[in-house]
């Protein structure tokens, strides 16, 4: 079984800044997805930034990035410049391409971010 | 816009009564997740159906819970009898499989008093 897990259950930073969440996953599995998720106060689930694991370009979305090591099961979220508006729960998810599809998410990381 | 639509937004009831709570996943989508979210668990993955059959339904209670999918514009999540401790938010998510995340939608908010 697949498990997901964030170790930070609360983060701040202030405005501005750069601030790194942590992911570690467990699988068997050799083709997957990882994601990011964010969940802002008003509980809609954004998706932040997706990684496929046969690729090992890190990937980038505008502010977000990811350092992504296959390896170690590690899958970090990067937040360049923060912004008061990523305040919010971020999760990290998986998800492998067989199967169904079926989706685990970490236990989450409150991000605050600081004026 | 494509959105996954779940109704009720709140619902507020009373221990021991039915509740349904529904789901209109994207339009071509073939993959329904069912998510519940306490602070306490997170993000627990209740059921899920893939073409409307169901995969998995190992996280849920079966003794009070079930899951169906009548077609495929519809998803249905019921608990009878609901109790306290059923108290949280549920979402539905929508996938297409293949190569594309799961698109959740706003969440129901269940109170059982």
């Known amino acids: 079984a697949q498990t997901v897990t964030q170790s930070q259950p609360e983060m701040s930073v202030q405005e501005a800044e750069t601030v790194t969440l942590s992911c570690t996953y467990d699988?068997?599995?050799?083709?997957?997805?990882l994601f990011w998720y964010k969940q802002p106060p008003s509980r809609q689930m954004i998706l932040v930034i997706r990684?496929?694991?046969?690729?090992?370009q890190n990937a980038t979305e505008n502010r977000f990035s990811v350092n992504f090591q296959k390896a170690a099961k590690s899958f970090s979220l990067k937040i360049s410049d923060s912004q008061l508006g990523d305040t919010a729960m971020y999760f990290c998810?998986?998800?492998?391409?067989?199967?169904?599809?079926?989706?685990?998410f970490g236990a989450g990381t409150r991000l605050f971010v600081k004026a | 816009d494509a959105r996954v639509t779940q109704t009720p937004r709140h619902k507020v009831t009373e221990m021991g009564q039915e509740v349904t709570m529904r789901c209109q996943p994207i339009?071509?989508?073939?993959?329904v997740f069912w998510y519940r979210q306490t602070m306490m668990q997170g993000l627990e993955l209740l059921a899920y159906?893939?073409?409307?059959?169901?995969?998995?339904d190992s996280g849920m209670p079966k003794d009070r819970f079930s899951a169906e999918m009548p077609d495929a514009t519809l998803a249905t999540l019921k608990i009878q009898p609901s109790e306290p401790r059923d108290s949280a938010v549920y979402f539905c998510?929508?996938?297409?499989?293949?190569?594309?995340?799961?698109?959740f939608g706003q969440g129901t908010r269940l109170t059982v008093v």
């Open positions: 998510a929508s996938g297409s499989g293949g190569n594309t995340e799961a698109f």
């Open positions: 699988t068997s599995e050799n083709n997957y997805y």
């Open positions: 990684q496929e694991a046969y690729k090992q």
């Open positions: 998810a998986f998800m492998k391409k067989t199967g169904g599809f079926k989706t685990i």
């Open positions: 339009l071509g989508h073939n993959t």
């Open positions: 159906f893939r073409n409307r059959a169901p995969l998995d």
